[in-house]
């Protein structure tokens, strides 16, 4: 069974410019790729991540961050900030995806991540929801991460910015094993729930947290 899986990584087409590229020949010169990461954990923030990739730098093996190891995304992540023309980073916490709800959490995630890149986006390509309040031209593509290489470039920086941050809560509140399930609730983490109770990061009014 994993000798398949790999096979399916290896034979999936990888992310490409092709919308990018359309969307140049139509006089837009800095598209953003947007996507985030934690939504369906059960504590922590959500962080997004907004990224303008740069047109001469080609970037090799970039994926859906999903079906990268955690060295390659590492390594990817790098790269991207390397090469990209501008990126960025918009965190909600775990209190305002208690107070707003998730969706609208991972909307507001987006939102500060495109407010922060330091080149004004003329367009923008985001996986499944577009951004509400941003007044900019855009468009939602389901899947996105897995067809558009700025969105996935998103979805790269997102998932290592947020991992790298929860490893950092990790040892400010030990027993939850954050470092390993990154806030998703896996059987240990569940298990230190029941055992600890929830801790200031944990989303209160996630069912499994609830008890």
Known sequence: MAKESNLKRKRQKAPGLEE?????????????????????ALSGPIVAAACILNDDKRLYKIRDSKLLDSKKRETLAKRI?????????GVVENS?????GLHKAGLLALKRAVEKLKIK????????YKVPDIFIPQKAIIKGDSVCASIAAASILAKVYRDNLMRQLAKRYPGYFFEENKGYGTKKHLEALKKLGPCKIHRRNFAPVKF
């Open 20 to 40: 990018e590229h359309r969307l140049s020949k139509n006089g837009f010169k800095n598209i953003a790729g947007l996507d985030e990461a934690g939504r369906g």
């Open 81 to 89: 900030k390397q090469q990209a023309k501008a990126y960025s980073f």
């Open 96 to 100: 305002e995806i208690e107070k707003f």
């Open 121 to 128: 986006p003329d367009f923008i390509l985001i996986d499944y």
